[in-house]
């Protein structure tokens, strides 16, 4: 019967680490040698954002219809057209961002 304790896998875990650290290096590096990868991120992440509020505009479209009267649905819908509205104006601004460095 074996037993095993923490000190055993102690050196395994700093080999792990020691590994992991090259990697890392190796992203970085990546980063700088692409200039545009953390726009590009920024934009996947407002598209992103785009889609959700959307889907969320489209549900509540759906129970205001059912229930037109309902006021807190109507201002839930007004803050989703302002923040749709910002997220389209950052859109525009990273892609021109984009655009821009690419020419």
Do not use: F
Not at 18 to 43: F, H, N, Y
Request: charged share 30%.
């Amino acid at each position: 019967m074996t037993i095993s304790c923490g000190c055993v896998r102690a050196p395994n875990r700093e080999r792990k680490q020691a590994a992991a650290k090259p990697a890392a290096a190796g992203a970085r590096a990546a980063t700088s040698r692409d200039p545009l990868r953390r726009l590009r991120q920024r934009l996947d992440k407002v598209e992103a954002s785009i889609a959700a509020v959307a889907a969320e505009r489209r549900l509540l479209d759906a129970e205001l219809a059912a229930n037109p009267l309902h006021d807190k649905l109507k201002k839930r819908l007004e803050n989703l057209a302002r923040d749709a509205a910002y997220l389209e104006a950052q859109w525009m601004e990273i892609g021109t961002a984009i655009e821009a460095a690419e020419t």
